[in-house]
């Protein structure tokens, strides 16, 4: 099952995560011992639509549709910043910064998250 949304096209990524962290058990337990936490991510798109996925690497290491179950931190940014986020193209620090990622949560869980979209950077075409 695909998680991708046609409104949102950078959330192919999701799809390009799953696929990381799923690639065999040993990779689905490094990405649960590296993450420890549930991220959860709205998306808002050009139309200004939202959506969520999540990534729970707390308990089962798997990529899901809505926001999870009770989300270690939220992820909220724009669909077109996530897809530079996911490409390596923007820097998760700069966009908190600036105000285009907004954080709920644990922050500090959040700086987790980078290894985990870097391994995902080599397998999404975005």
């Known amino acids: ?12 990524a999701f799809d390009a995560i799953n696929t990381a962290i ?3 058990e040993a990779d689905r337990k490094d990405a649960i011992k590296q993450g420890n936490a549930v991220f959860a991510f709205t ?9 969520s996925w999540h990534i729970d690497l707390k308990n089962k290491g798997t990529v899901g549709k809505g926001l ?3 989300p270690t931190v939220t992820l909220q940014l724009s669909e077109a910043d996530f ?9 998760a620090q700069r ?32």
């Open 43 to 51: 998306l808002k798109n050009a139309a200004g639509e939202t959506d």
């Open 68 to 70: 999870g179950e009770k």
């Open 1 to 12: 099952m695909s998680l991708k949304n046609d409104k949102f096209p950078s959330s192919a």
């Open 83 to 91: 897809g530079s986020l996911v490409a390596g193209k923007a820097n």
């Open 22 to 24: 799923s690639a065999s």
């Open 95 to 126: 966009l908190f910064m600036s105000g285009k990622l907004k954080i709920k949560g644990d922050v500090m869980k959040a700086t987790k998250l980078d290894p985990i979209l870097k391994k995902a950077q080599t397998k999404a075409k975005l």
